[in-house]
């Protein structure tokens, strides 16, 4: 296990993905070796050790790795008593307050997990807070709270024109990419959505079926970068409808990106629909 300089070829293996539900919306993510190591597994975010420690006994799996996106505590709170309990490394973004942090991500450093067989390349997705950083292979993306289906994180320490930014890193990726965020939020977002886009025909669509996913108790998570493309506000800040919405709401005509992108957050901060 480590960091190598480069990220080796795609593999047709896709890893499979375990969901922790954990407090009142929050996902941890149990990632699974490929092949033979299908019962080794890292864990994404882990704000609560219980939980985690019941997905293992039940499956029969054993921890390999903890990888981190950021520094609240419902992403961290269980790193410390797994790693008492397991002594596995923690890898997590350099400029944060980790928890027993082992190595320190930078964007661009490739996570390779070799007793899995899996490797993941670490962005830079500062905006949720000053270091946050994401994790993307084998089709998949852990991008904590930064990304949601149909929304995104609150900015508490970045500015617009940084999570801007970091959304365009995401929104950069195969549309194929399966999207593992950290909180089911997508019906809240996705209402917000549509009243940014009342006649997004793609949104109605999606809305319907999340929600028929909750109404029987069930996850909205992944999502993927091609369907947020087509639904998610955050990522649609300079389509004409998004653009327009926003400058009603601000009261005149926004000169760019940022700015759009400010006015939409904003406006989720309020919304209570």
């Not at 300089?5 to 149990?30: C, G, K």
């Not at 939980?51 to 390999?64: E, M, Q, R, S, Y």
């Not at 320490?157 to 399966?178: H, Y």
Request: proline share 7%; net charge negative; with cysteine.
């Amino acid at each position: 296990m480590g960091l190598e300089t480069s990220l080796p070829a795609e593999t047709p293996e896709i890893p499979a993905v375990t969901r922790v539900p954990a407090f009142e919306d929050n996902y941890f993510w149990l990632v699974h070796g490929l092949g033979g190591a299908a019962r080794r597994v890292a864990v994404v975010d882990p704000g609560h050790a219980a939980p985690v420690i019941a997905a293992l006994d039940a499956g029969g799996l054993t921890l390999d790795t903890i990888l981190v996106t950021h520094h609240h505590a419902d992403h961290i709170g269980g790193v410390a008593p797994l790693v008492e309990r397991y002594r596995v490394p923690v890898y997590g973004p350099a400029t944060e307050a980790i928890p027993l942090r082992t190595t320190a991500l930078r964007e661009g450093d490739i996570v390779a997990l070799g007793a899995l067989g899996l490797s993941f390349r670490v962005y830079d997705v500062p905006g949720h807070t000053a270091g946050h950083i994401a994790y993307y292979g084998h089709g998949a993306l852990f991008c904590g709270d930064t990304l949601f289906s149909g929304g995104c994180g609150r900015l508490f320490e970045g500015t617009p024109a940084q999570m801007l930014r970091s959304l365009d890193k995401l929104a950069a990726l195969p549309p194929e990419t399966r999207v593992y965020c950290a909180h089911e939020y997508t019906a809240a977002n996705l209402r917000f959505a549509g009243a940014v886009e009342p006649d997004n025909t793609a949104l109605q669509q999606y809305l319907a079926r999340v929600a028929a996913l909750r109404a029987g108790n069930e996850a909205t998570i992944p999502s993927t970068i091609g369907l947020e493309l087509c639904v998610n506000p955050f990522l649609r800040t300079r389509q004409p409808a998004v653009r327009d919405a926003a400058s009603q709401r601000s009261g005149g005509v926004l000169a760019d990106d940022a700015g759009v992108f400010a006015v939409i957050r904003e406006w989720k901060n309020g919304f209570r629909g």
